[in-house]
């Protein structure tokens, strides 16, 4: 009788621990949620350099204004790059859904392509800026306008890393449910991005070269 009892409570151990690691221990959705309250917060972040700039954006205190520095033609291109590389993200994340490892792979590459050639203007402008004199040192206004176009570089720099790093992953691994949440989460930051950005060219850049 006690044999029988061992067995059934071994059996019975065995089910709950089989059981126990089967289950999945990651809320559902849970990533998604905690990265919208990061974005809220990046949101915040932004709204700050916006206002800050708002108040700085006509002190030039002797030195140019955005009407004398800025080349729309450039600045309209580094935006056709960043819009585009958002398109491009927008298919790697439907060759995701289809479990295509290849096309994922290749449709996040020209997303950092693009990316990268972004980054590249808007590296060119500010070393040209600085070259002439115009370093954020010279007015409130250099000083708001590179926090606010530095600091959103920054963010893109940071979104480049992490697409590589998951490109390296999806390589290795495949698109299993936690690459796939990973992927979905750099697609809200870089759409984001990209939100921010066409704040950036219309207030700072259309607006500063009006007289």
């Not at 979905?184 to 759409?191: E, N, P, Y």
Request: charged letters at 10%.
């Amino acid at each position: 009788m006690s044999e029988i009892n061992t067995n059934t409570v071994s059996a019975t151990g065995a089910d709950i621990s089989s059981r126990y690691y089967a289950v999945e221990h990651h809320p559902e959705n849970g990533t998604l949620l905690g990265f919208w309250i990061y974005l809220m917060s990046d949101c915040l972040i932004f709204a700050c350099l916006f206002a800050t700039y708002a108040v700085l954006g006509r002190n030039y205190a002797g030195g140019p204004s955005g009407a004398e520095i800025f080349e729309l033609g450039t600045v309209a291109l580094n935006t056709a790059f960043l819009l585009f590389s958002s398109i491009t993200y927008g298919f790697a994340m439907l060759a995701a859904q289809k479990k295509n490892v290849k096309a994922t792979l290749v449709w996040l590459a020209i997303t950092g392509v693009l990316g990268a050639c972004f980054l590249y203007l808007e590296l060119d402008e500010f070393s040209h800026l600085i070259h002439e004199g115009f370093g954020p040192w010279r007015s409130g206004f250099l000083t708001a306008f590179f926090s606010l176009v530095g600091t959103h570089g920054l963010h893109v720099t940071f979104g480049i890393v992490w697409l590589v790093t998951l490109m390296f992953q999806v390589g290795k691994h495949g698109i299993h449910a936690a690459n796939y949440r990973r992927l979905a989460c750099l697609s809200m930051f870089w759409h984001f991005l990209d939100v921010v950005w066409i704040g950036v060219f219309t207030y700072v850049y259309l607006m500063g070269v009006l007289p």
